[in-house]
């Protein structure tokens, strides 16, 4: 093997091992993470029931294969009925969660579908309680 | 009647042939992709590259994908041109004003013409060679992408910087891409529909090569640029299309990119009994 192609091999070691160590670290209660100013925010979308047709869509497209068609949770994935997400979370705190994702328990970030349709998917998914 | 969630995917994707944005596969699903360019390049032969890619994501932070590549040239021949191996992982894990992603790719191809990235003095040249004499030249890379992605308004912007390294010994070489898109509509609409504004996205993207370790810069190299556009059918599939531009003589004058996938949710639960 030429020096080069070490060097090479060192260097895909390193970036794989830096990914790992950065993710290694413990969940945590995400809720406890949210700035404040997030936690505030209100949804544009609120009490239209548009906003909880076209959340319905949205959720059924993007997050019904992990959490469930009904939204109960799946045998990894959390229910989106629970007394945290209804009552603790605010708006704010799920479209922070939303767009930061829980990568590493599996939580994607969600920031591609854009502001509206986020805020969309929190009027349905806070439509459940 | 509610068709199961893995058949009922409408994933959005970026409309980009060669940009990476900084977004992941999501852990579990298997994205099935065909992408396709044709050319005519300028002395030679018309072309149509192809590459079939396996994209799945092992991790929240972390994505690999697996490439068939293959190519036919008008007046030559239809032939397979190897395959490759990436892996991507984005080392922060919450969204800032600008995400990276960190890349790398091993592929053992000769004779390619998918021109998934433009490196080096990569160019017009290399679309002369015919495919019997092309095909004796291996190319075992390694090839390193540092991929930087924005979200602003509704728009992705996204940046790539490439270098690429050839087991044989040659000089690193150096590329870029640069693409930006954005939903026609960024709101949902209430109700089902197939031809609606949120269904498409529209960007732009341009990309080309930056020389390598014996001479940084663009003399000598292709450079690209084009508008490209997707759109996603209800039952999941995307179909995106795109003509780009040669900004120079060394450049194809134009390519036309177009592209097939789909996603599969959740894929290896498929084969559990357990499995929803």
Sequence with gaps: MTRTSALLIVVVVVIVCSSLAMFAIPNGAWLANVPQRDRERVNPYRDQPDAVAAGRRIFLDHCAHCHGNDAEGTKKRPSLKSSRVQQEATDGDLHWLLVNGNRGQGMPSWIKLGDPQIWQVICYVKSLH | ?276
């Design chain 2, 1 to 276: 009647m509610m068709l199961p969630s893995y058949l009922n995917c409408r994933c959005q994707e970026y409309p980009y042939f060669v940009t990476y944005s900084q977004e992941m596969e999501e852990p579990g699903n298997l994205d099935i992709e065909m992408f396709n360019v044709v050319g005519n390049p300028q002395g030679g032969n018309s072309f149509l590259g192809s590459d079939v890619e396996f994209e799945y994501g092992l991790k929240g932070w972390w994505t690999t994908e697996f490439y068939l590549d293959g190519q036919a040239t008008q007046n030559e021949s239809t032939i397979f041109t190897g395959l490759r191996w990436e892996n991507r992982f984005r080392p922060l894990s919450r969204e800032h004003w600008i995400n990276p992603v960190l890349y790398a790719e091993f592929e053992d191809t000769s004779a390619d013409k998918t021109i998934r990235e433009v490196v080096g003095h990569d160019g017009l040249p290399d679309f002369l060679v015919p495919n019997w004499l092309a095909r004796m030249d291996k190319e075992r890379e390694l090839e390193l992408k540092l991929i930087l992605g924005s979200n602003v308004h509704g728009w992705n912007i996204s940046e790539n910087f490439i270098a690429e390294k050839n087991f044989a010994g040659d000089p690193w070489e150096f590329g870029y891409a640069f693409g930006a898109s954005r939903p026609l509509q960024l709101a949902a609409s209430a109700h089902e529909c197939t031809f609606c504004a949120e269904k498409f996205q529209v960007g732009v993207e341009m990309y080309g090569g930056l020389g390598d370790a014996n001479g940084f810069g663009l003399p000598l190299t292709s450079q690209y640029l084009g508008p490209t556009i997707n759109w996603t059918a209800p039952n999941g599939m995307t179909v995106a299309f795109s003509p780009q531009f040669g900004l120079n003589g060394y450049s194809i004058p134009v390519l036309y990119r177009f592209s097939v996938s789909y996603e599969i949710q959740q894929f290896l639960s498929h084969f559990h009994r357990s499995g929803q």
